[in-house]
C-alpha cells in the first residue's frame, strides 16, 4: 500500500459546496481516486470496501488526511480561507484507529483552524458501535469541527440517534435529490428531511444535483447547501483552485 501511494496510485479531487442563499462557494467535499495502470480510474464505491475490509483504509485514511490538509493549506494561501473541506471517514478509521488525535496532530502540523475542515460519516455506519462513534464525535465538536451524516436517508439508523450524536448537519443523498423534480415521494422525502433538520438546528446539504429545477426546488424548500454536477463535477487542486479562488 505505501508503494502504491508513493506511486501515484491514488488522487484527490475536490468538489466544490455553494450556499443556496448566497450562491458562494463555502467550501469543497474530497474524494479520492484510485489509478491503477491495469484497471485505469478506479472509483471509491469499487475499491473503499475491500480497503475496508483488508484493514488497508488505515493506512489510506492517514494518506488521504495528510494530502487534503496539505491541499488546504494551498487553497488558503490562495485566499480561500473562509472555507471548509470535508474529510469522509470510515467507520473502521473510528473503531480501529483514533481519527480524532490523527486529524488534530495533522491541523496543528498544517497550522489550520478545526473550522477549516468538516467530517462526514454514512448514516449506515452509525449503528455499527455507536458509543465510540458518539465519543469521536463529541471530541470532534468540542473541538469546532462540524459533523455531517452523509447519505441520509438510505441507512436503518432510527431518528433517536440524532438526539444521542453531536451533529451539526445532514446531507441527503443523491437518490432522492435526482428524484426531487420528478417523483412525488422523493419531493415529500427531500421536503421533510429539510423540515426536521431545520426543527433540530441542522444544517443540510443536497448532494447529486443535477439539474437546475432540482437546485430551485431545494432553494424553495430552505435547504442550505448544494453539491452536484451542475455546480461542478470533482477536480484536482489545481483546476479546482483556478475556478473557485478569486
Ligand atoms: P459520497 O460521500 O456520497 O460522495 C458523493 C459521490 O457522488 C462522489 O462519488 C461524487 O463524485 C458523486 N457525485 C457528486 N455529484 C454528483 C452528481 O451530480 N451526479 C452523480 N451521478 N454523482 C455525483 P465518488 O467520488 O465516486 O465517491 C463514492 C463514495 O466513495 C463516496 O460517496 C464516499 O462514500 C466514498 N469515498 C470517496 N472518497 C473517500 C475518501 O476519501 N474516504 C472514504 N472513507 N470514503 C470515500
Ligand atoms: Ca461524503
Ligand atoms: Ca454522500
Ligand atoms: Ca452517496
Known amino acids: 500500500m505505501s508503494d502504491s501511494m508513493q506511486n501515484n496510485y491514488f488522487k484527490m479531487v475536490y468538489q466544490p459546496l455553494v450556499s443556496l442563499g448566497s450562491g458562494k462557494l463555502v467550501g469543497f467535499e474530497s474524494l479520492v481516486r484510485c489509478q491503477s495502470p491495469r484497471f485505469g480510474i478506479v472509483g471509491p464505491d469499487e475499491f473503499i470496501p475491500h480497503v475496508e475490509q483488508s484493514g488497508m483504509i488505515l493506512e489510506l485514511g492517514d494518506w488521504i488526511f495528510e494530502q487534503c490538509l496539505s491541499d488546504l493549506k494551498h487553497m488558503r494561501q490562495f485566499g480561500m480561507t473562509d472555507i471548509a473541506v470535508s474529510l469522509n471517514i470510515s467507520p473502521v478509521q473510528i473503531l ?3 481519527v480524532f488525535s490523527k486529524v488534530m496532530s495533522l491541523l496543528e502540523k498544517h497550522q489550520i483552524p478545526p473550522q477549516a475542515i468538516k467530517v ?16 469521536a464525535f463529541e471530541n470532534f465538536h468540542k473541538e469546532g469541527v462540524k459533523v455531517w451524516i452523509d447519505d441520509f436517508g438510505t441507512g436503518y439508523a432510527s431518528l433517536g440517534l440524532l438526539r444521542q450524536f453531536d451533529i451539526d448537519g445532514l446531507k441527503i443523498d443523491r437518490s432522492f435529490v435526482s428524484g426531487i423534480a420528478t417523483n412525488n415521494e422523493d419531493f415529500t422525502l427531500c421536503s421533510a428531511i429539510i423540515a426536521m433538520a431545520q426543527r433540530l438546528g441542522l444544517q443540510t446539504v443536497a448532494e447529486g444535483i443535477e439539474e437546475n429545477e432540482q437546485l430551485q426546488i431545494l432553494e424553495q424548500l430552505g435547504c442550505d447547501i448544494a453539491q452536484g454536477y451542475l455546480l461542478d463535477k470533482p477536480q484536482t487542486l489545481t483546476k479546482s483552485i483556478d475556478t473557485w479562488a478569486l
Open 96 to 98: 480501529d484507529g483514533d
Open 120 to 135: 462526514e460519516l454514512t448514516e449506515t455506519a452509525l449503528i455499527h458501535s455507536p458509543d465510540k462513534i458518539a465519543k
